[in-house]
């Protein structure tokens, strides 16, 4: 019996059987607290996160596919923009350079119009001062002549009423 005893005292202190133990007590335990359940739907949230984290990770990299097209692309388009904004510009160029030279004609016609009433009036103030002129100096002509020949006064009044007679009324 001794031996007996000895022995149990060995297996006690033995780590087999504590181990042995420590099993049963954890799957007494889990079966108790149902953690197989819960190991499930941890393992399944964790299969979830990462299934939804490689649709992401597909979803990025079209995303940067398509970043990377539009990239690729964007040395044609400028040169298309660019393209574009200068045929607008000649265009617009062309259309101030004709608004321009029609504007520059106007410009010209009205100045020559000016001009012209302006010379017209001009050569009328000429005139008239001319006219006056003309009539002063007529005046102090025939003035002179009648103080000079006395008898030309009846003759011009002779001529003047026959003028006169002449001009119906």
């Given at each position: 019996m001794q031996e007996f005893i000895s022995i149990f005292k060995y297996i006690l202190q033995s780590n087999v059987i504590n181990f042995i133990l420590m099993l049963i007590v954890l799957v007494w335990c889990v079966k108790k607290l149902n953690l197989d359940k819960s190991f499930d739907e941890s393992i399944s949230a964790v299969e979830n996160g990462i299934k939804k984290s490689d649709s992401e990770k597909n979803n990025a990299k079209k995303n940067l596919d398509k970043a990377k097209d539009?990239?690729?692309?964007?040395?044609?388009?400028?040169a298309q923009l660019k393209k574009s904004a200068q045929d607008k510009g000649q265009i617009f160029k062309s259309e101030i350079e004709d608004n321009a030279q029609k504007s520059i004609l106007?410009?010209?016609k009205n100045i020559n119009r000016t001009l012209?009433?302006?010379?017209?009036?001009?050569?009328?103030v000429l005139t008239d001062k001319t006219i006056t002129a003309?009539?002063?100096?007529?005046?102090?002509?025939?003035q002179r002549l009648l103080?000079?020949?006395?008898?030309?006064?009846?003759?011009?009044?002779m001529d003047s009423l026959d003028e006169l007679d002449k001009v119906n009324l």
């Open positions: 539009l990239i690729d692309k964007l040395p044609e388009d400028i106007s410009f010209e012209e009433v302006e010379e017209k009036k001009i050569s009328n003309s009539i002063e100096l007529s005046q102090i002509q025939i103080k000079e020949k006395p008898e030309l006064h009846n003759k011009f009044i």
